[in-house]
T-cell receptor, first 112, second 120 residues
Framework: AQSVTQPDIHITVSEGASLELRCNYS??????LFWYVQSPGQGLQLLLK??????LVQGIKGFEAEFKRSQSSFNLRKPSVHWSDAAEYFC??????????FGKGTLLTVNP | GAVVSQHPSRVICKSGTSVKIECRSL??????MFWYRQFPKQSLMLMAT?????????EQGVEKDKFLINHASLTLSTLTVTSAHPEDSSFYIC????????????????FGAGTRLSVL
């Protein structure tokens, strides 16, 4: 069965600092990978996705993620964090049955 | 594009009553819709998968008689929480998977804004 691990429950960064959120997955084949963001009391917004091809994918709001097969990772990065980026971030994997398996999420706090 | 509307955003009901939550894909046809439940400060738990015109498939441990799902068209799925009890209080989120010829489009789930259910 597929699984996703987000090792960091809570990360705090200063505004303007760089950000990296970690995600590791477990799946037998090449998975479809996603990062979603959730603001309090809201649904999920898709930041970016990886299906195949270039392992560095660009998303919305200045985010990017890199798929590393050898490390089973799909870490999310942003070079300069804005206060509006404070939210919960979920990594997800879509296996062969179109069901998403989510990690437990990483809560991002941005200090002024 | 790819907007999913979920209604209501918040509902408060008395114990023993039933509550219906609607999930609509506004600008695309959804082959499949999914219903999730999210507990405070936790991840999303898939409850069921809903395909248009067929019975929903429930995840293990989810009571299908309590959580009735109807997927009447390619743009609408409903979740009815029957005989709600305080332990059913939670945040319910739907998502819709696009239907069409584009492979990438079919593998992306678009999410509604969620429904906060409080059962008194």
């Amino acid at each position: 069965a597929q699984s996703v691990t987000q090792p960091d429950i809570h990360i705090t960064v200063s505004e303007g600092a760089s950000l990296e959120l970690r995600c590791n997955y477990s799946y037998g084949a090449t998975p479809y990978l996603f990062w979603y963001v959730q603001s309090p009391g809201q649904g999920l917004q898709l930041l970016l996705k990886y299906f195949s091809g270039d392992t560095l994918v660009q998303g919305i709001k200045g985010f990017e993620a890199e798929f590393k097969r050898s490390q089973s990772s799909f870490n999310l990065r942003k070079p300069s964090v804005h206060w509006s980026d404070a939210a919960e971030y979920f990594c997800a994997v879509d296996g062969s049955n179109y069901k998403l398996t989510f990690g437990k999420g990483t809560l991002l706090t941005v200090n002024p | 594009g790819a907007v999913v509307s979920q209604h209501p955003s918040r509902v408060i009901c008395k114990s023993g009553t039933s509550v219906k939550i609607e999930c609509r894909s506004l600008d695309f046809q959804a082959t499949t819709m999914f219903w999730y439940r999210q507990f405070p400060k936790q991840s999303l738990m898939l409850m069921a998968t809903s395909n248009e015109g067929s019975k929903a498939t429930y995840e293990q441990g989810v009571e299908k008689d309590k959580f009735l799902i109807n997927h009447a068209s390619l743009t609408l799925s409903t979740l009815t929480v029957t005989s709600a009890h305080p332990e059913d209080s939670s945040f319910y989120i739907c998502s819709a998977r696009a239907f069409g010829s584009a492979p990438e489009g079919k593998n992306i789930q678009y999410f509604g804004a969620g429904t906060r259910l409080s059962v008194l």
